[in-house]
């Protein structure tokens, strides 16, 4: 029997798109064409997405390849590098290049992909001016960075901000220029833009928002040397770089004429107007859309696949789109509608001011519509499969702002919030390459995959930039049955190792600075990141007090001005009150500060104090050197360290009253403010079993009864109530004082960053931190001894002299009788 003879299949474009519908293509019909590819670059396919982490130093160029020559010769595809197909002649079914290479189809795929927009600005064609769309144009952007020259980056979408930041890393002063007053306008609310540019300007770049350019300056030798704005602004560089948006390349396709919109026009079967030409990418118009986003795409080569395997019942249609931002420490996502439109829609809001996150849900008739998540996107992949199989998610409203596992706290399998069980096989996993479970679960049982990296090498599922990883791991263990638990998440993307793997190791190496921690450990970033640059500085401060310098610069902003950033950008104030005790000389002080800086609202908080609201940020430093005159410092209130010691007034006033609770609260803030730990800690005294001082939900609460005082842990009162666990119950105010300290000082050197009391003792263990606290009294002193000393060595607050009210150190040595 003689074999069909295979038809030729030409390819223009040998990027993302084309590449990817050939994968396609070849896994279901790999004898049906002799195929050959034109490329204009001279380079194999390689991942266009991430040539902002080649850019910013966190891979290089051979890393973001995703097939190599040798692919195309295994699998028999011709390759033409460096040589775009200049000419088509239909009639004759031909392709032309401009190597003047002729090679007959029976089937064309166009590819060609999109070019940079460049606005009509005078000074565009000046050396030093580039756009951000290929290896060419990283390859000047790294010559620029390499003489520490200065860039401006014009547009603020996913692109602008992205080679800004990777020339930031570079070591360049950036400065960026977008037309709109919030970035990624057409991908976050105003919010969510707003804490966006908030974080990125903390880390050095420089903004000039509603800011539209007028020209590209140039000087005598013809090389750009800065941008002017219509406003009169003009703002110096040695590079510009213009990353403003893309356009459809339909160039070849409209000089062969095929019907064009603003892009190449197809059907659901992506066929341009000649059935022999179908077309993918960021060329392409279907139904009046043009795509800029992976997602898409890969819908369209899995479909354009189908039809040139012969398959008619293929259709394209466009999935709903989510976004995600390639910037170290930053997390941000969106899906679908970024907000409600008319009457008919609803938004969940939650936010958290202090930790930077914000999320916002859009509801219609039940049914997510849209999300937008700022500093905390786990759950994103989750809204988004809600989204796509359009839920309804009647039963779970109330609570599903915070989260699946808040929502369903009896699914299991999750990862990082995706119930992996639940998913359906078409939910896309890893977005940088399209691979949805169905297609990992395939990978998975048909080859008999056994661990993350062999998913990596069969899919390139969490094989570019890594933030699927926890999902893929969940849908390996979920589908081989296996209850090993995965390896630790590493602390961020810089590292694979875990928080509690790198404090081992910071100890175990004796490493005393972050730069030391990162190059003993292999940081792939040498500078860190937001995530661990804190976490680090933490985890340094905490083993050696005596040695390690505070890095303020790696603290939020709240903790470097001791004041939390409101929604209308003022700040809030809060003086410290010891165990909530003031005197009228400091309400006068406070009194005299609302008045000289015109401060709106003065409030009594829920721990005891007075929180000064609607501050300016340029009033800061003066604000706190004039409470200081009143002996007033910082209430940390802010800060991830002891914020109060909530206390009733106990037996010295009330009738109930068994002992001086107000008078031991203020012992233990004097011991312990100052004090840098994983996550804010709160305290509380009640002078009776009543309770006045809400001690049971406090992470350290003691309450004061006849016989002495019942000390309890690792109690929150925030969204997820717990109350606290009971630790031991002792005679003594110095007794009090030892117990507290050594497990607050445990606590400080075990627990990850960011993790507060109560999970941490859930996850050890109440009989774990017994024995830690209560059985091994040497131990204990040990701790308590650890604490004290390093309270001698706290940091002093940069607005206030820490002196003022502080209590020596050794008055606890001698109380809780340590030596």
Request: aromatic residues 6%; contains cysteine.
């Amino acid at each position: 029997m003689n074999a069909v003879p295979r038809q030729k299949l030409v390819v223009i474009g040998n990027g993302m798109a084309g590449m990817r519908t050939v994968e396609e293509l070849l896994a279901i019909a790999p004898a049906r064409y002799d195929i050959t590819v034109f490329g204009a670059e001279p380079h194999p396919n390689y991942n266009r997405i991430m040539l902002s982490s080649v850019l910013a130093g966190e891979k290089q160029v051979d890393d973001i390849v995703i097939n190599p020559r040798a692919w195309y010769a295994d699998n028999g595809i011709t390759l033409h590098t460096g040589d775009p197909v200049v000419g088509i002649d239909r009639a004759a079914k031909t392709v032309t290049s401009a190597n003047g290479v002729v090679v007959p189809y029976d089937k064309l795929l166009l590819a060609t992909g999109s070019k940079p927009l460049m606005p009509p600005l005078p000074g565009l064609e000046l050396p030093g001016v580039v756009a951000f769309r290929d290896i060419a144009d990283v390859e000047k952007m790294l010559d620029a960075a390499e003489a520490k020259q200065r860039a401006v980056v014009i547009g603020g979408g996913l692109l602008g901000l992205e080679a800004a930041w990777g020339l930031k890393r570079r070591g360049m002063p950036v400065a960026l220029v977008h037309l709109m007053p919030t970035l990624m306008e057409r991908q976050l609310d105003v919010e969510a833009g707003g804490l966006l540019q908030k974080d990125l300007t903390e880390r050095g770049l420089h903004f000039f928002t509603s800011g539209q350019t007028e020209e590209i300056m140039g000087v005598e030798d013809g090389r750009a040397q800065g941008v002017k704005l219509t406003d009169g602004r003009e703002i110096p560089a040695d590079l510009v770089v213009v990353a403003i948006g893309i356009r459809p390349n339909v160039d070849l396709a409209k000089a062969s004429g095929l019907d064009i919109n603003r892009g190449i026009a197809v059907g659901d079967d992506m066929a341009t107007s000649d059935p022999a030409i179908y077309s993918v990418g960021e060329c392409v118009e279907h139904r009046g859309q043009i795509f800029g986003l992976v997602a898409p795409i890969w819908e369209q080569a899995k479909v354009c696949a189908s039809r040139l395997a012969g398959r008619d019942d293929a259709h394209y249609e466009t999935p709903p789109l989510s976004t995600r931002l390639k910037i170290t420490g930053i997390d941000v996502f969106s899906a679908g509608q970024l907000a409600a439109q008319d009457e008919a829609d609803e938004e969940l809001v939650y936010r958290d001011s202090a930790r930077g996150i914000y999320k916002k849900l859009v509801l219609r008739a039940d049914k997510v519509v849209g999300a937008v998540m700022y500093g905390d996107v786990a759950d994103g992949s989750w809204y988004f499969q809600l989204i796509r199989e359009k839920a309804d998610v009647a039963a779970i409203r109330d609570r599903m702002i915070f989260g699946q596992a808040y929502a369903d706290a009896t699914c299991k399998g999750h990862a990082g919030g995706v119930d992996v069980a639940a998913m359906s096989d078409d939910a896309q996993v890893c977005g940088c390459n399209g691979v949805s479970k169905g297609a990992i679960v395939r990978a998975i049982t048909g080859k008999g995959l056994t661990s993350l990296d062999e998913v990596k090498a069969h899919t390139k599922a969490s094989a570019s930039c890594g933030q699927c990883a926890s999902v893929v791991q969940a849908i390996l263990t979920h589908v081989t049955g296996e209850v090993v638990e995965a390896k630790a998440a590493g602390m961020c993307g810089c590292t694979d190792l875990s928080h509690d793997e790198v404090r081992k190791e910071i100890l175990h190496q004796g490493l005393k600075t972050q730069d030391a921690v990162r190059s003993a450990l292999g940081w792939r970033h040498a500078d860190g990141c937001a995530k661990c640059r804190p976490a680090l500085n933490y985890y340094l401060l905490c083993a050696w007090p005596a040695e390690y310098v505070d890095d303020y610069q790696s603290r939020f902003i709240n903790e470097r001005v001791h004041a939390n950033i409101q929604k209308d950008g003022t700040y809030s104030v809060v003086p410290r009150m010891w165990g909530g005790l003031t005197t009228p000389d400091e309400l006068r002080a406070i009194a005299d500060v609302a008045d000289k800086y015109e401060i709106p609202t003065v409030k009594v908080t829920g721990g005891q104090r007075i929180d000064l609201l609607g501050v300016k940020k340029e009033d800061l430093p003066g604000v706190w050197a004039d409470l200081g005159k009143a002996g007033l410092i910082s209430g940390h209130a802010y800060s991830k360290g002891l914020r109060t010691v909530k206390t009733c007034v106990g037996s010295e006033w009330c009738r109930f009253g068994t002992q001086d609770s107000t008078g031991l609260g203020v012992k233990l803030e004097k011991l312990m403010w100052g004090s840098w730990t994983p996550h804010k800690v709160k305290l509380a005294v009640s002078g009776c079993p009543r309770n006045c001082a809400e001690a049971t939900i406090k992470d350290i609460g003691v309450v004061c009864v006849e016989a002495g005082y019942d000390i309890s842990v690792g109690g929150n009162g925030g969204i997820e109530l717990r109350g606290t666990d009971h630790l031991v119950r002792v005679a003594t105010e110095g007794e009090v004082l030892e117990y507290a300290g050594a497990f607050m000082q445990i606590y400080r050197e075990e627990a990850r960053y960011l993790e507060r009391t109560a999970p941490w003792v859930e996850r050890v263990g109440m009989d774990y931190v017994k024995k830690r606290v209560v059985e091994d009294a040497e131990g204990r002193r040990a701790a308590f001894a650890r604490f004290v000393f390093s309270q001698e060595y706290a940091q002093i607050d940069p607005w206030a002299e820490r002196a003022s009210g502080r209590v020596d150190a050794h008055e606890f040595k001698t109380l809780a009788e340590v030596g």
